[in-house]
């Protein structure tokens, strides 16, 4: 079983709705992070928490929003969908002792139409 | 915001040679990371260097930290057809909590 879990792996949808894409880990990580991937962009960070109900922004965190309700658990929304935000999305942990390396979901492939 | 310049953006190679990449930035870290992406997975952690001019390897994979903190390189020896993949470094700086920042990445193709 995988200790980073993303759902769905892959969705379209329509400009302005609402999407929700879940994260879970078995890791027992404090530290979760979503993150957005684009092509010749790298990983650029949306969101990340370091506790349950701790929420930071990253560098793009506009049209995002993110909730952590428990340990194991963030989940990350856009409100209303739009085609720019097409792009891999994904979830990853790390325990929160000193710089320890994060740890990466198979993530989400999200097409806006 | 805060940018890793890494180099080369990809790279054709016949198997059997060797490979090196590199990370630059304007800024220190304290760690750096690199990472291999395959298609349809997450990025993988490789190596993780914690010291300025610390050399580590792992296989085939040899990474170090520059002395300075503002760089770190990755080589790749004897390459075979399944080191095929998108190579990520990234920088950690303790006081910003453990958030990462990441370059472009290298892509890498290997013609066996």
């Known amino acids: 079983d995988a200790d980073v879990t993303q759902t769905p792996r892959n969705r379209i949808t329509k400009t302005g709705k609402r999407i929700m894409l879940e994260c879970s880990q078995t890791?027992?990580?404090?530290?979760m992070y979503w993150y957005r991937q684009d092509p010749g962009l790298g990983l650029r960070l949306i969101y990340y928490?370091?506790?349950?109900?701790?929420?930071n922004k990253g560098e793009i965190s506009d049209g995002y929003s993110v909730s952590r309700q428990a340990q194991a658990k963030f989940s990350l929304s856009l409100e209303s969908a739009i085609p720019n935000q097409t792009a891999l999305y994904f979830c990853?942990?790390?325990?929160?002792?000193?710089?320890?390396?994060?740890?990466f979901g198979d993530g989400t492939r999200l097409s806006i139409l | 915001g805060q940018q890793l310049n890494q180099s080369p953006q990809s790279m054709f190679i016949q198997e059997g040679e060797d490979v090196s990449m590199n990370c630059t930035s304007s800024?220190?870290?304290?760690?750096w990371l690199w990472y291999k992406q395959e298609p349809g997975e997450g990025p993988v952690l490789l190596i993780a260097?914690?010291?300025?001019?610390e050399l580590t390897s792992n296989g085939r994979l040899t990474a170090q930290f520059g002395i300075t903190r503002k760089d770190s390189f990755l080589n790749i020896s004897a390459s075979i057809p399944s080191d095929v993949g998108i190579y990520f470094c990234?920088?950690?700086?303790?006081?910003?909590?453990?958030?990462?920042?990441f370059g472009q990445g290298t892509e890498l193709s290997v013609k066996p």
């Open positions: 990853a942990t790390s325990d929160s002792s000193g710089n320890q390396p994060q740890h």
């Open positions: 890791k027992g990580h404090d530290r």
């Open positions: 928490s370091f506790d349950v109900k701790d929420i």
């Open positions: 800024s220190i870290f304290n760690t």
């Open positions: 260097l914690y010291k300025a001019g």
């Open positions: 990234a920088g950690q700086k303790t006081y910003q909590g453990g958030k990462l920042i």
